[in-house]
């Protein structure tokens, strides 16, 4: 069928219109839909009494530099009584939850029901809670898991691919569950209680499919391969105003290579595939026929398990020193040298921080 | 670098945190969850620092975009030193601050080794 032009203008305008009108009527719908998900969150896993608390929406917006930020949303709450302030924050994509984070002030927050002294008791509701939330078969393993062990000490525990550890401070308990898939660490999911509250949950893991958990290169087998890849590596380093220039030899220390398996992104953002990173120190950098003597240097290459592809290469320079915290606070003599090292240091860290802004600044004009 | 608590001595001050906030008495103990009201803080590496353009692991980000990124939710969103680790290390790291899982908080090695450390007063909010 032909259009003839002057009838296709506005056609065209009309159909311009209702796409951004629907689309901005579904943009309010899920809006708003990510508003209910989080107070629902807030009131039946946090088990906050909304009622007792002045509740205000901060700001529901699109996350700013973030990847995969085209369906998720950020919404942010604050909850004002006479005791005290709750700031809470979460991120839903497709308006499921993928991480919550709360902070408080004042007193205690007001719940429907008081926590148990008992972590294990209170990681317990959490999980009854976020599964009746959720509708997510997914929690009952982790749930089994945490019923196995008695006591909420620092301990790390395994079922099949399944992994739980748990950790405590003075304030705090940590409960974190990871999946393995043959040796790869995939994502997980995990809660935080701060003085028996529920500040923060991850489930990122939800976000995830495996697109394939199949390791046919070993550990050896891809620091060969690593160490084959680097045989032509080169970058560009420079010391002060002066031009870069590209290094033209190098010693790769090849017996302190370390190599750690992970699930990583490869096509898309959200499937996953095991891939190698092998980290090797390099020593001797020359840059011409000069010997550069820089801060600490290595080389990591990502190798993708199942392939064996080369995913990346990339040098990696690393500042300071090996030295441990000093906790002598006297003054001496020998600390000139160190203080004129440490001021460098402030001079650059400084310099990075008026970028940062100006760069921000700029963005955000 | 925060290998160093550092001193004051006259006009002689040697150390990071004592350089920038003119105090040797920051919290230096678990500020992060224990933050010691001086409404000062300070954050430095122990050790090695993290290169930026390393790979957190998470996505396909680095630190680089953790670090400015940090500044971004302190300083424009406005949340406290404390949340706006959290925050950007949620987005960037694919953890909360304090997992067991980030290299930053918990530390790392092989092979430099180093962490990420919290000093003083987390809890405020810049201005």
């Known amino acids: 069928m032909r259009i003839k032009a002057k009838k296709s203008v506005p056609i065209l305008v009309f159909c311009l219109m209702a796409t951004l009108i629907i689309t901005s009527n579904l943009s309010q719908a899920d809006t708003a839909t990510s508003k209910n998900n989080m107070l629902a969150f807030l009131r039946n896993v946090v088990n906050i009494d909304l009622s007792s608390y002045n509740v205000t929406l901060i700001s529901a917006q699109e996350p700013y530099n973030v990847l995969n930020s085209a369906n998720q949303e950020q919404i942010r709450y604050k909850l004002q009584n006479s005791n005290g302030t709750l700031d809470a924050t979460c991120l839903f994509q497709n308006n499921a939850l993928v991480w919550f984070m709360m902070s408080f002030t004042g007193g205690t927050p007001a719940l429907i029901e008081q926590p148990s002294n008992d972590p294990l008791t209170n990681a317990n509701a959490v999980l009854d809670n976020y599964m009746k939330y959720t509708g997510s078969k997914n929690i009952q393993s982790k749930k089994d898991l945490l019923n196995t062990v008695n006591s909420a000490k620092d301990t790390t525990i395994s079922n099949g691919n399944l992994k739980l550890t748990i950790s405590t401070g003075e304030f705090t308990s940590q409960f974190d569950w990871i999946n393995t898939y043959n040796g790869a660490t995939g994502p997980g999911f995990s809660f935080e209680f701060y003085k028996g509250i529920l500040v923060s949950l991850d489930d990122h893991e939800s976000t995830f499919t495996i697109g394939s958990a199949s390791v046919k290169v070993d550990q050896i087998n891809a620091i060969n391969i690593a160490v084959d890849r680097l045989k032509n590596f080169t970058w560009s380093i420079s010391s002060g105003p002066a031009k870069a220039e590209n290094v033209t030899k190098f010693t790769l220390l090849t017996d302190n290579a370390a190599a750690t398996l992970s699930m990583q992104v490869r096509e898309d953002l959200t499937t996953l595939y095991p891939m190698w990173r092998v980290e090797i120190p390099v020593d001797q950098i020359y840059v011409g026929d000069k010997m550069w003597s820089g801060s600490p240097t290595s080389i990591a290459v990502g190798i993708w398990a199942d392939t064996g592809v080369i995913n990346y290469c990339q040098e990696l320079s690393y500042g300071g020193s090996s030295q441990s915290i000093q906790t002598d606070t006297q003054s001496d003599n020998s600390a000139g040298w160190l203080y004129l090292a440490l001021m460098a240091g402030a001079v650059v860290a400084a310099t990075l921080i008026v970028v940062t802004s100006v760069v921000l600044k700029k963005r955000t004009k | ?127």
Not at chain 2, 21 to 50: M, Q, V, W
Not at chain 2, 76 to 99: C, K, P, R, T
Request: charged content about 10%.
């Open chain 2, 1 to 127: 670098m925060a290998n160093e608590l550092g001193g004051i001595n006259g006009n002689d001050i040697y150390g990071m945190a004592p350089a920038w906030l003119h105090t040797t008495n920051l919290r230096t103990n678990d500020a992060y969850h224990n933050p010691d009201s001086t409404g000062k803080c300070f954050i430095g590496f122990e050790g090695y620092s993290k290169p930026w353009t390393d790979t957190t692991g998470y996505l396909t980000y680095t630190y680089q975009t953790f670090g400015s990124m940090f500044y971004y939710f302190a300083v424009v969103q406005n949340y406290s030193i404390h949340d706006a680790l959290n925050i950007a290390s949620q987005y960037y790291i694919g953890w909360s601050f304090d997992s067991i899982n980030n290299l930053l908080y918990q530390g790392y090695s092989n092979p430099y080794s180093g962490k990420l450390q919290i000093w003083g007063d987390p809890a405020i909010t810049l201005p």
